[in-house]
C-alpha cells in the first residue's frame, strides 16, 4: 500500500484523519511528518499546518524484512542470540540502533534493550513492547520447535511500570481498608497483573484476583475475609 498525504493545525488532527481514512489505529500505521508550515507575522501569528504520509503497517512485510535481514546470521544455536538479531533486525527496519542483552531470571529468557527513541518501540501503555516480545517468542518457538517464557525490557521501562503499578495497588488497597469494599484497576497485561498478585501474596489483609477474558484482564483488590483466593490468581 502506497503511502497518503494527510493534513492538520496540530499531529493529532493529521493522525485522526489518518486513522479515520485508512480504517486503522495509529498504532497500526506508518506514519512520516513530511512538512510543517507556519505562516504569519514572524512566524507567530499565523496558522500552522502539519502535514504526514501515513499508510497501514503491512506486518507480513515486516516479518518478511527482518527474516531477511537476519538470513545471513549465524548459525545460532542459541535463542539467545538469535533473538538479540531478531530484535535488531526489527530496529534496522525502523531506522532505530537497538543495543540488547540477555540474562536469565525467574525461568525467563529477559532481553535487556537500550535505544534513543526506545518510546516508539514501547507504545502506548508498553502496547508496541507487548507485541514485539509476543512476536520474538513465536519467532524463537519456530526455530528452536520449544517454548521459552521470554520478557523483553526497553530502557528501564518495565521497573518504572512495576514502581508505578506498586504505588497505584498500594493506593487502592489503602482505599480498599477504608470503604470496605472491592476496587478495580485499569485493564492490565499478564505480567502487570503478576506484579500486583505477588504485592499482595502474603498479605492477611488484603486480596487479588483477575477478572475478565483475553489478554488484558482488570485486577480485583478487596478485604481478605478469610477467603483462600490463590486458585483465582491467573
Given at each position: 500500500?502506497?503511502?497518503?498525504?494527510?493534513?492538520?493545525?496540530?499531529?493529532?488532527?493529521?493522525?485522526?484523519?489518518?486513522?479515520?481514512?485508512?480504517?486503522?489505529?495509529?498504532?497500526?500505521?506508518?506514519?512520516?511528518?513530511?512538512?510543517?508550515?507556519?505562516?504569519?507575522?514572524?512566524?507567530?501569528?499565523?496558522?500552522?499546518?502539519?502535514?504526514?504520509?501515513a499508510r497501514v503497517r503491512q506486518t507480513k512485510d515486516i516479518a518478511e524484512?527482518?527474516?531477511?535481514?537476519?538470513?545471513?546470521?549465524?548459525?545460532?544455536?542459541?535463542?539467545?542470540?538469535?533473538?538479540?538479531?531478531?530484535?535488531?533486525?526489527?530496529?534496522?527496519?525502523?531506522?532505530?540502533?537497538?543495543?540488547?542483552?540477555?540474562?536469565?531470571?525467574?525461568?525467563?529468557?529477559?532481553?535487556?534493550?537500550?535505544?534513543?527513541?526506545?518510546?516508539?518501540?514501547?507504545?502506548?501503555?508498553?502496547?508496541?513492547?507487548?507485541?514485539?516480545?509476543?512476536?520474538?517468542?513465536?519467532?524463537?518457538?519456530?526455530?528452536?520447535?520449544?517454548?521459552?517464557?521470554?520478557?523483553?525490557?526497553?530502557?528501564?521501562?518495565?521497573?518504572?511500570?512495576?514502581?508505578?503499578?506498586?504505588?497505584?495497588?498500594?493506593?487502592?488497597?489503602?482505599?480498599?481498608?477504608?470503604?470496605?469494599?472491592?476496587?478495580?484497576?485499569?485493564?492490565?497485561?499478564?505480567?502487570?497483573?503478576?506484579?500486583?498478585?505477588?504485592?499482595?501474596?502474603?498479605?492477611?489483609?488484603?486480596?487479588?484476583?483477575?477478572?475478565?477474558?483475553?489478554?488484558?484482564?482488570?485486577?480485583?483488590?478487596?478485604?481478605?475475609?478469610?477467603?483462600?483466593?490463590?486458585?483465582?490468581?491467573?
Open positions: 500500500m502506497d503511502f497518503v498525504e494527510f493534513e492538520g493545525k496540530t499531529y493529532e488532527e493529521a493522525i485522526k484523519k489518518a486513522t479515520t481514512s485508512l480504517n486503522a489505529e495509529e498504532k497500526d500505521l506508518e506514519i512520516e511528518v513530511k512538512e510543517v508550515d507556519t505562516k504569519g507575522i514572524l512566524g507567530l501569528l499565523g496558522s500552522k499546518k502539519i502535514r504526514i504520509l524484512e527482518i527474516a531477511k535481514d537476519i538470513k545471513s546470521v549465524i548459525e545460532t544455536d542459541s535463542p539467545e542470540e538469535y533473538g538479540m538479531e531478531f530484535i535488531q533486525g526489527f530496529g534496522r527496519i525502523l531506522g532505530l540502533t537497538i543495543n540488547a542483552k540477555t540474562a536469565h531470571a525467574n525461568g525467563r529468557l529477559i532481553f535487556y534493550l537500550q535505544c534513543d527513541n526506545g518510546d516508539i518501540l514501547i507504545g502506548k501503555e508498553g502496547e508496541v513492547l507487548e507485541a514485539l516480545q509476543f512476536i520474538l517468542r513465536l519467532a524463537i518457538a519456530k526455530r528452536y520447535k520449544q517454548g521459552l517464557r521470554i520478557l523483553i525490557d526497553i530502557n528501564g521501562y518495565r521497573e518504572k511500570r512495576k514502581k508505578a503499578l506498586t504505588i497505584m495497588a498500594k493506593r487502592l488497597a489503602d482505599r480498599v481498608k477504608r470503604i470496605g469494599r472491592p476496587l478495580k484497576t485499569d485493564p492490565l497485561n499478564p505480567y502487570e497483573r503478576r506484579v500486583i498478585h505477588t504485592l499482595f501474596k502474603h498479605n492477611k489483609n488484603i486480596k487479588t484476583k483477575s477478572e475478565g477474558e483475553g489478554h488484558t484482564k482488570k485486577v480485583i483488590i478487596s478485604l481478605n475475609r478469610g477467603a483462600h483466593v490463590n486458585g483465582n490468581r491467573r
